[in-house]
Each structure stands twice: as structure tokens, then as C-alpha cells.
């Protein structure tokens, strides 16, 4: 394809973004495909000559369209939002074009200059404290990283380094892997399953803090383990706060924790993975309270900020903790002003990274910090919304407080009724929700979307969210008259070994409502 | 920014872009800035209300691009190519405007299948074995990943894992830690700074194995280190064969060192980052033969491929070292096929991957398997071109063989000349290299980009080159008699201490040429 061609395809798809976008209600959005789908659509080996564009574009529709789960839909209420917005799309494009690698400060000056600009005026947006900000003589300062799990991950390595360290010089003759034996990272029982990997790589324990009712952890139960540890002769090192959990949105106490962490020499990281771009409203900025005493924070712009997947905004106060843990220095990466300005490299786990602050850039500037408040609480009014709906209807029960955009709900009764309501749901793909397990209960996970969610939008999904759960209702009751099970009959026992443990414990008495021949197809299909 | 203002900004922005690219020349290669530049061409905190897209875009020729180091331009020839095309561009545009995560297989099925079946196209482009494909009842196959280094430390995790599994089942008194504090891992001393990285992230011992006359690691020199360390009852573990080394594209061999690794149990990664994209060609693939003893590879389809950054293909033949290193299965991540498809998210560090496989595909496709061949023959050919063009002037000498399109070259005499060489040419910006260090000697790393690049291209490239020497020589004629220095004076010795060691030793004797007055500013100046 030569620049004309370019010319003409490119505004042909411009023109397809924006239709697949403004029609985007039209799709299902969770595909009816089965693994192993899309053999017999593509070749199984590469063309040898060049295909026409249209040749390649057909199969867009064809191929790949027919098995895309639709983020950008509002009928999407799985996982968190991942959304994207124009003038992110265009500082993509542009980035793109550039296709610069910022990994040291020399390798494309201004692709490291604009990210602390950038990390500066969104860390402004959110109230961090100054510590956090790129300033004169300061060792803090923020960075785009590719996700969440990637911040968890380096933060414990540089809080694994720190008191590595610390204890060599303690202890000249501990070597760092009985130093390493030895460390204990710590994090809510609600904590993203990114912690548990950041541990497993960092080959350090790490210790589930149970939560309280509200799912938060609490200063008291950390500091409680914190001195167990210890008095085992273990080394408590790294505490990853929580604001915004997985499975409700819960907030830890980051006031509590990072009193604790401060007082007990452990680095405090906190995890706002979703919940972070909501501190642009200073009305929720009440949960980042202790912020001043934590050591890094990471959230995910890429989520609820309209700047589409990869942008995860990082700050630490201590950059020199990272340059610690990952320093690696060969000439040819070094330059006229190396250690004179930010080496990105040094921050982050892979040596280069895309020019990610222009779409960031884009986006805060066309929307404004207005623009993007009015985002926010525009998703908060409708799950509100949502969740004034879901109370109204006595069968179902929201087993956890509502935060921001995120409801949980499930129906009255055992697991195993929310559970198929969870599948049948997806399975019809007019909405498409996630389950989450709290303390023992299934529940389903209803986030909301926007910015191209409308009130109208939720009704229609609370109205097929109904008749799904009357059907299945109805299909219950034929079944217990039948049996002549009584109704209330002692639920199987809660078990917390996630879905599959859920799966077994209720299929003793509700297996009929299992398809036996679907899943034995299933189960009994080769690999993709 | 609505769907209609996108429609036409949009289109703007694609001609912008094909402007840009089709005149890049006219624009200073490397800039002339200097740490801190951005500052007062842009507000320190974010706007209040949104701005227009008119404002915001004229922020492209005025902050932007001054400080852009152009790595799409013909005259770029540091580190290794990162080349866009407009097929790549366009298979991103597609992959923003959808968003999709790919975690899970359901998260977005055809991001997963997709991936898969392009991997495997790009497997059977360079000749891998059908061990390392995605196949029925096979656990090998090829993932996307974000960067190179990545796969370096995947694969070292993976690694570390069945290590550890292996030693506690033979030992089990030994705790995990014990273990770790006794692995090693191995490369050549010509390997990636991202493998010292990985080292320090694992935690685990790196041994440098000191390579041949021709910068490749050999076979016997390994087992040596490896019998060395097993009889100091330490546990070799993992290896890292260079295909294409930073400095000179350097080969390891391959063959012998995967037998050594496959006898002696050690999980042998291939990192082919830059030179993997010739092996469509197969007369390059002479440097390939041993891999069908290896455990995973990895090359950058988006250093000479023009699949734009990021694109790193990835392939293992067991992927169940991955899920290993890697698993973690919260109840929001489940699925109905979890377990019976692909769940990308085992099989890297972070859990969100983009739906990069879409430019793999346009790219392919678009360029075919010939188209592609072209290219890379290209590429080589012009950088055979520059190789004669510096034979043929004896003040100058190639210290490494060529490969590929790398030339690494010197100015014949002491590292000082060479370095000033390198440093004066990036400050007139009109072409960009970087040094390496061989063995002590201070080189012009010269890559060859292409498939903008033309032969006339080198030849300005060369002439400014010569220019720049000649006015170095005569400056150093003219120090050298004032100073009476008998030309030929032993040099400083070499060292192996990077570029300020190079800087230190030869200061003693050639201080003059520094401009130590700026050099003062420099390192007198406050951190930007």
C-alpha cells in the first residue's frame, strides 16, 4: 500500500470507526462462538503474493467482527470499562505515525518530556501531593505504564529491593535469597488476582488480609499480621491498598493502611485501577485519604477516562527505588544527558514504550477536567439508576454496597439461580456481565459503561436482565414442585474455591438444570 | 469530539500522516534539544474546560514534532529499526476503535483465535518447528507480546519454575528460596541489557559467557560454566542464545548451544529480537539450525517487519511452563471454555493484552510472503552498499563481520576519535546512530531502516559521514602538532567499563577536544 492508497482507505475507515461506533447497539455484544471458531474462515498459512485491501478488509465483517466481545457497547457490564473516545483514537494515530521508542530520554526527547507534563497535570487532576509530581530537585514524578498489574508488580519489585538492601546492611551475612525467603507482601482477601502474580514472580509470600463487611481492610488486621510476621522472624516489606476492588468496588482504608505502612517501614502501594479516575471529582476524593503516606499509585485512564487501552498513570515519590530494581545501563543506550534527564527504562519492566502521553494529552485537553468530571458522573447517575431498579424488585438482593458505576446483584436464594441467570444472560448476548465471588456468595457484576450509555440503555438492560430471571424462576419452580423439594431447602455450604467449587456444591440438587449433553461436548472437545 | 467532527478530523489526520511520512527528510533526524525544552510551551496543569481539536492539533508542528527523534526516517541508523506501514496503521486504527481486552478467551474470542492462527502463519514464515504451533493436543504455540525483553523474562520465569518444581521434588527439605539462591542463568557478554534485567527481576545468578572472535557464544564454553557451577553445587538453569546480537548482530551458535542446554536440562531461549524477521528469508536461516532444541523464541515483527511497536512474537513449545509461572483464576476471570481455549493472560506478565494480532494480519497480507522477502533483502543489500562505501576509505575499519543490515564501523586509531565522530554527527542531526562497546572498542552502530530508505540515501548518509571526519581529523592533526604528540601514541587502554570508563581513559591524553565549559553546564544543571 503506497501513501495514496493510504490516503483513500484511511478516510474509508475513518468513516467505518465511526459508523461501527454510532451503530454499535446493533451488534450482540458477546459473540455466540465456541472455541476454535474461526478455523476454516483464514487459510492456515500466510499468502505468498499481497492481497488488495478489499481482499483484507472483506474478512473484517467476515471474520473478525462476528467474534469480537463489544467493549465499547453500553450493553458491555463485564470487568471494568475500557473505554475509547475520538481524540484518543486520533492521538493513536498520530503516535503511530511517530512510532518513536521512548525508552531512554535521547531515543525521542519530547516523548518523554510530554509524559511528565502530562503524568503532572493528571496527578494534579486526581489531588495527589506534590511528593508524586515531577518537580526540581524531587525523586518523584509519574509514568505510563502498559496495565495495573504491571504497577503491582514493579512496585513490590522496588519495595523487594529497598528491603533487600535494607537487611544486607543489617545483616552482612544473610544472603539476598534468605533475605527474599523471608519477605511478606500483604493485601486485601478482595485484592485483583495481579497481586498474587506480582508475588509469584517477586517469589515472596504474600498474605490475604480478610476484609471487613464492607470489603475493606482495615490498618488493624494488617498491623495484626504485620507483628505475627514478624515475631516469626519474617521480613513484612510491601502493602498493596485496594481502592476500587474487583469484585464490588470496595475501598481499603487507605488512611488506616498507610499509617501502618509508614510507621512500619513497608512500602505502601495503591491499586486504583478503576476507581482512580474518579478522583477527578473532588467529591470522591474522600477515599484517598492517606495517600500522602503511601509510596506509589497506580490507575488506569485506559478504563474510565476515555483513553483507550494501554494507559495505566503511575506515580511513586521515590523514582530512585525503581532505578534500583531494574537499572541496567549499556552504552548503547546512553547518551549526551543520560542521568541528567528521565530514562523511562529505568521505571518500567520492558526497555521501550510507545508515545502513550499524546493520547492522553488529546483527551484531557478536547474534554477539559469539566468535560471528564461530567464522564464520571454521568456513570455514577446511571448505575445509581440501575441500582434503584434492582431494590425495587424483591427477588433479587445487592449483597454489597454500590460504589461509583459498579453494582453487584444476584437473586434471592442459593448461588446456583444467580449462577444461570450469570450464563444465560451472556449466553443470549444482548448484555454481557462477569460474575464475582463474595465471601461465598455469586453475584453478578454490573458496570457501567458509558459515555455512549444512556438511561434508555439501562432500562432495556434491566428489563432482559427480568425476563431472563423470570424464565428461569419459573423453570425452578416446575422443577422443586416436581421433585417435591421444599422450597428454602438448606443451600449447599459456600465454598471459596471459586466457580468451579461453586459448580460442584450446587449440582447436587440442581443438576437437572444443568445441560448434561452440552457440557459433556464441551468437555469432551478437543483443544483449540 | 462527536462522531462527526471525528469523520473529518480524522481525515485530516490521515493526510498529515502521509504527509509526514512521505517528507520526512526534510525533517532534523535527532533534535536539537536539550532536558527540560517542554517547558513553557505548555501550561503546567491541565485546562478547565475542553478545547478545540484546531487548538489542540496546531500543538503538533509547534511542541510536537521539534522534539520527535524520527525513527521513520531513511537517515535513522540507531539501535534497530522500528518501522511502521500503512497496512500496520491501519489494523491498529481497528484495534483502537473495537478496544477489546485479551485476557481470556471470552473476554474478545477472535482476539485470542486470531492471534493464534497469525502466529502460526508467522511460525511457518521463519521455519520453526511445528512443535513450537499452536496445534491439536500440542502445548506449544505463539503469543504476542509487548516487548522482547519480555520474553526474556517470561521465559527465565518459566524456567525458574519448573526448576524450582524439579529440585523441591528431588530435595524436598530445600525451601523455594534455597533453590532460587542457587540458579543460574547464562548468555553471551554480547546478550541484551534486558537479560540483566530479567536476572535481577528472577533474582537469580547471570553468568556472562565470554564469546568468540566473532561475538558469538559457542557451545563448549558454556558446558564449561555449567560443569563449573553444577560442581559448586549450584543449578544451571537457563539459557539465553542471542540471534542477532545489540552491538555487532552477532550470531551465538545455536545448534551448539541447544544441545548443550537439552542434554544438561536447562530451558534454552532464543531471542532473535531484531534479526528473527530475515528468517522469512531461507538463506538466512542457517543461523536458526538448533532450535527445534530450544524452549521458546522471541523476535520483533516490529523492528523490521512494519508491524508498528508494539509486536513481539513469541512461541514455546510447553506452554504449561507459562500457566506454571503465571496462573492465577479468580471467579471474574472464568468462562464457560475456560481450560478447554487459550486464556492469553497465563502466558504474560500483565493480564490485558490489545488485539495487536489485527496488524500482524493486514501487514501479511497486504505485503505477502514475497512482498516481505523483498523487504529484508532490501534492507541487507543497502547495507552491503554502505559496508563497500566504508571498505573503501582505509581511515576508516569494520571491527565486526557485517550481518544483515548492521554495520558496526570506526575511524581507525584510539576510541576518543570515534566517539567524537559519533557524538558531532548526531549533533548536526542530519543522521542518528548510537555507539556499542566491542571488546573494548568504541564502534558506529549503522542500521539500515529501509523501506522508505533508497541507495541514495546511504550515499548522502555516507558523505556526511566523511564530511564529519574530515573536519575531525584535521582538528586532531592540528592538536596533535601543537601538542607534539608522536601520532600512533599508545592508546589508553581499553576498557570494559561503558562509556565513562571510554570517556575517563581517553580524556587523559585527548582532554582538548572537550568542551569541559559545557560540560560543566551540563552536569552543573538541575535535574529537568
Sequence with gaps: MNS??????????????????????????????????????????????????????????????????????????????????????????LSNAINCLGFTWASSPVCTELEMVVMNWLGKMVGLPEEFLHRKGGDGGGVIQTTASECTLISLLAG?????????????DASKHEINGKLVAYCSDQAHSSVEKAALIGLVTLRYIECDEDFSMRGDKLLKAVKQDRDQGLIPFWVCATLGTTGSCAFDKLAEISEVCYNELLWCHVDAAYAGSAFICPEYRVWLKGVEKANSIAFNPSKWLMVHFDCTAMWVKNSS?????????????????????????????PLSKRFRSLKLWF???????TGLQEHIRKGVFLAEKFESFVRNDPRFEIPAKRYLGLVVFRLVGDNFITETL??????????????????????????????????????VDWKEIVTVANEILQEREKYLTRAKVPLGAKDPKPTNQGIKGLRRSNAVNLNLLIDSKCKYLLNGSAMP
Tied chains: 1, 2.
Design 363 to 369: 483527551v484531557i485537553r478536547n474534554y477539559g477536567i
Design 4 to 93: 495514496e492508497e493510504f490516503r483513500i482507505k484511511g478516510k474509508e475507515l475513518i468513516d467505518y470507526i465511526a459508523d461501527y461506533l454510532e451503530n454499535i447497539r446493533d451488534r450482540r455484544v458477546f459473540p455466540d462462538k465456541k472455541p476454535g471458531f474461526i478455523r476454516g474462515s483464514i487459510p492456515d498459512a500466510a499468502p505468498i503474493k499481497g492481497e488488495s485491501w478489499e481482499t483484507i478488509f472483506r474478512d473484517v465483517e467476515k471474520v473478525i467482527m462476528p467474534g469480537v466481545t463489544h467493549w465499547q457497547s453500553p450493553h458491555m457490564h463485564a470487568y471494568f470499562p475500557a473505554l475509547n473516545s475520538y481524540p484518543s483514537m486520533l492521538g493513536e494515530m
Design 321 to 349: 527505588a525503581l532505578h534500583g530494581a531494574f537499572n541496567v545501563n549499556p552504552l548503547y543506550l546512553t547518551h549526551e544527558y543520560s542521568g541528567l534527564a528521565i530514562d523511562y527504562m529505568h521505571w518500567q519492566i
Design 422 to 459: 450469570c450464563k444465560r444472560l451472556n449466553s443470549r448476548g444482548n448484555i454481557h456481565c462477569v460474575p464475582a465471588n463474595l465471601k461465598g456468595k455469586y453475584v453478578i457484576r454490573f458496570t457501567v459503561t458509558s459515555p455512549r450509555t444512556t438511561l434508555e440503555d439501562i432500562v
Design 160 to 172: 523487594r529491593f529497598i528491603a533487600i538492601k535494607m537487611f544486607e546492611s543489617l545483616y552482612p
